[in-house]
Structures are given as structure tokens and as C-alpha cells.
């Protein structure tokens, strides 16, 4: 097994003369700054400048450095897969040559990798990221593009980041059709992953050049995630269906939170002689208690590799009741709101206030009560002496 280095960095390029020394200069300095012992694999698709010998150049002097031409079915996710197949190493990283992803964050994803998570995604749309010098149409259809990329991945804030670090076995065997730009789309939806983490980028517009988007793109796009969706349904265990799994589970939790709710109600009221809204304080702790032991036995009951972020269960149970509180006001919020100042027929209101707190209830608890983060193997904390 060709296991030589322990990350390759792979940069696609087409027409890339006047980036490509500085991009491989700056990501072969990020190495020796953070130790990385890295190789980095140029995937061109024949430039017809200067490209192709400016790299054959330098990987004469440098042993880390090598060049593979494609001469068929150009296209920068073909090329990244071609870059998969023909890496020295266990872990990838893509970037961009002209210099829109720092590469100074490489030890950053890195440091993930080695954290335990499968996949590290550079993220323009979290805290610390951010775009310079885009047209706001171009930022549009990007947001656009990524909204409907997070209904398959609502863990990851930017998946159609070309910036991203994946371990070899995530890609391995998965069915990859490249094609387009979102390749990571298509490793998220096919590949076989559990922890996913996010690093903030700052992404910079190569000056001059204009994007190719078109609407070819766009629907380009729209058959992608179709045909994701599709995969999913078909192979089942992978991230996107396991996600419908969980939602699907609170969501039949709920239901018996209601049931247990209305129980608790009648029985209360009609056989312990309490006051009906007393009845129903108690009956709502009820179905809190119940959905809470439901889906943290089952709708969000960790894989092998992963484990809560909350460790005690009774501190996802706390998380877990002011999440239901606060649920309760907004409910209660819409339907005073929309019935009263919008003058929303009040069944309706309800209706509308009931999905809402479903969905926000559901990202929160999932995001904040039942948070994983890969198992903690505890190593670090052996020191040698206990080898003795
Ligand atoms: N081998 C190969 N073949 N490389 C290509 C091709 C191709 O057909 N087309 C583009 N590239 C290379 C470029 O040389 C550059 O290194 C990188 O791929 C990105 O191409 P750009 O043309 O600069 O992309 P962009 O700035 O419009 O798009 C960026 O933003 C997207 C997110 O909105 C890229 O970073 C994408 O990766 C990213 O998905
Ligand atoms: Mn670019």
C-alpha cells in the first residue's frame, strides 16, 4: 500500500501560468512550517499556457511535487477523482491554484483529520469566513446553490466549497459521477463518513476572469442534488438517509410525546381530582420527560465512532427541557402574532407555529443536546512511562 506521505494536497489547474509556482511554493512552506510530511499532485487538463512546464520544472527539484495530464474528459471534478486514484497518501486535500483558498489553513484541516473527523470542509458561512470581492449576483446564486446543498447536509454550512480535506476511505469506494464543480457535494451524498468538521475561510476572487456560471450550470446542479437524493434512497446508509432517519424519528417521538401528553391530561384531570390546567402542566413535563428518554435512546443514539459531546444524560436532559421551554413561548409567540396582528385564522396559526417549533426544535436538540464529536480514544493522556 502506497502510504508514503501523510497528506496529498491536490491542485486542479487549468491555465494556471502565472499562480501555480506561488500556490505550490506557499502550500510546500505551509508543510515545513507545521512538520506535514506532504506531497502535492498538480491534475491539468492540457493548459494551453505555460502551466504544464512551469510544474515539470519544479518537481525536478522538488521530490513532493508531481504533475499528472489528463488528455480526456476534461472537468475540474474529473479531476479531482483522477488525483484520488493517483495520491501517495491516506488523506486529500483540494485547493484551488489561484489562490481563492489560503493555503495556510492546511495545517488547520490537518489538525481536524487527526481530531478523528472524516471530512474538513472549508466554510465561507461560518464565524471567521467570508467572501471578498464577488458580485452580488454571483452571490446569490451561490446562496441559492448552497441553501439547497444544506437541505441534504444540514450539518455543513458550505457544501459546495471547493476548498476541503477528505480521508481516502470516505472516497474509496464510493460511486462518484464528476462532473460540474461540486465535487465535495458528491463525496458528502456517496461517500461513507460520520464526523464532519468546518474551517473557516475568507475566500478571494482570482482579479480579472469572469465565471463561467450559466444556466447549464444551474441545472447542471439541480440533477446533481436529484440524483444524490436518489442514491440515497437506494443505498440507504449513508449520511443524507440518516438524517431523514433521525428527523423521521423525532418526529414520530413527537407524536407519542402528544399521545402521552393527552393522557396525562385525562387521566389526571378526570381520576386525581386536579385543577385541568395544573393537569396539564404536569402532563407537558410528562411528554418532555418521554420524548427526551425516546430520542436519547434512540432517534439520536450515537454510531460506533462518535460519542455526545454532552456526556452526562442528565445534562442533555436539561439542554433538552429549555429547548421544549422555549419552544413552548415560540409556538405561543406565532400563534398570538399571526392570529392577532395578521388576523390568521387561530387553527391555522397553530398548525404554522407547530411546524416551526417542530424544524427549530429538531436542528436545535440535534446541533446542542445531541451533539457528537468522534470518540475520544483518550491516548494523549498515556504518557510513556505507563508502557514500562
Ligand atoms: N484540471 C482542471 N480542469 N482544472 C480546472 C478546470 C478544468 O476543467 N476548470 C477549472 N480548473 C481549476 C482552476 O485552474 C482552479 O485552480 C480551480 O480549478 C478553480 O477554478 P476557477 O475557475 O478559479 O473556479 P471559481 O473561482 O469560479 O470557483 C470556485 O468556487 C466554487 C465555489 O463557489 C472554485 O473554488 C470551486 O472549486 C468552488 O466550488
Ligand atoms: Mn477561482
Redesign the pocket.
Known amino acids: 500500500m502506497n502510504t508514503e506521505y501523510g497528506i496529498t494536497v491536490i491542485?486542479?489547474?487549468?491555465?494556471?501560468e502565472n499562480?501555480i509556482a506561488s500556490?505550490i511554493h506557499a502550500v510546500n512552506s505551509s508543510f515545513s512550517k507545521s512538520g506535514i510530511s506532504g506531497e502535492i499532485l498538480v491534475?491539468?487538463?492540457e493548459?494551453r499556457d505555460e502551466?504544464i512546464e512551469i510544474v515539470r520544472n519544479i518537481s525536478r527539484k522538488c521530490g513532493n511535487v508531481r504533475i499528472i495530464v489528463?488528455h480526456e474528459d476534461?472537468?475540474?471534478s474529473?479531476?479531482?477523482v483522477?488525483g484520488f486514484k493517483q495520491a501517495n497518501s491516506e488523506l486529500f486535500l483540494?485547493?484551488?491554484?489561484?489562490f481563492?483558498?489560503p493555503p495556510e489553513l492546511i495545517p488547520r484541516f490537518y489538525e481536524e483529520i487527526k481530531k478523528g473527523h472524516e471530512v474538513v470542509v472549508g466554510s465561507?458561512y461560518i464565524r471567521g469566513g467570508g467572501i471578498r470581492q464577488w458580485p452580488l449576483k454571483?452571490r446569490v446564486l451561490?446562496l441559492g446553490?448552497t441553501g439547497l446543498g444544506r437541505i441534504l447536509f444540514p450539518e455543513v454550512t458550505?457544501p459546495?466549497?471547493?476548498?476541503f480535506a477528505v480521508k481516502k476511505e470516505v472516497v474509496e469506494r464510493a460511486p462518484l459521477k464528476p462532473r460540474g464543480?461540486?465535487?465535495?457535494m458528491e463525496i458528502l451524498g456517496k461517500g461513507r463518513w460520520d464526523s464532519i468538521s468546518e474551517v473557516p475561510f475568507t475566500?478571494s476572487?482570482?482579479k480579472g476572469?469572469e465565471?463561467?456560471?450559466s444556466l447549464k450550470i444551474i441545472l447542471e446542479y439541480i440533477e446533481q442534488v436529484l440524483n444524490i437524493t436518489k442514491y440515497s434512497i437506494d443505498v440507504r446508509d449513508n449520511s443524507v438517509w440518516n438524517e431523514w432517519k433521525r428527523l423521521s424519528r423525532f418526529c414520530f417521538v413527537g407524536l407519542s410525546g402528544i399521545a402521552v401528553n393527552m393522557g396525562a391530561l385525562y387521566l389526571l384531570t378526570e381520576y386525581s381530582g386536579f385543577y385541568f390546567l395544573t393537569a396539564s402542566a404536569v402532563a407537558i413535563e410528562l411528554s418532555i420527560i418521554n420524548n427526551f428518554i425516546w430520542n436519547d435512546i434512540w432517534t439520536f443514539k450515537p454510531p460506533e465512532n462518535l460519542s455526545p459531546h454532552r456526556e452526562s444524560r442528565f445534562h442533555r436532559f436539561l439542554s433538552f427541557q429549555c429547548v421544549s421551554i422555549a419552544s413552548l413561548l415560540i409556538n405561543m409567540g406565532i400563534l398570538y402574532s399571526l392570529t392577532d396582528f395578521l388576523g390568521v385564522y387561530y387553527m391555522i396559526s397553530n398548525f404554522i407555529g407547530i411546524l416551526v417549533v417542530f424544524f427549530w426544535n429538531y436542528f436545535v436538540n440535534r446541533n446542542l443536546t445531541w451533539k457528537l464529536q468522534p470518540f475520544d480514544r483518550g491516548c494523549e493522556e498515556i504518557s510513556p512511562e505507563d508502557f514500562n
Open positions: 491542485i486542479p489547474t487549468f491555465n494556471e499562480n500556490i491534475v491539468d487538463d493548459s502551466t489528463r476534461h472537468g475540474l474529473q479531476s479531482v483522477e483540494v485547493i484551488d491554484a489561484d481563492s483558498h465561507r454571483r451561490s446553490a458550505d459546495v466549497s471547493g476548498f464543480y461540486k465535487i465535495l475566500f476572487d482570482r476572469g465565471s463561467k456560471l
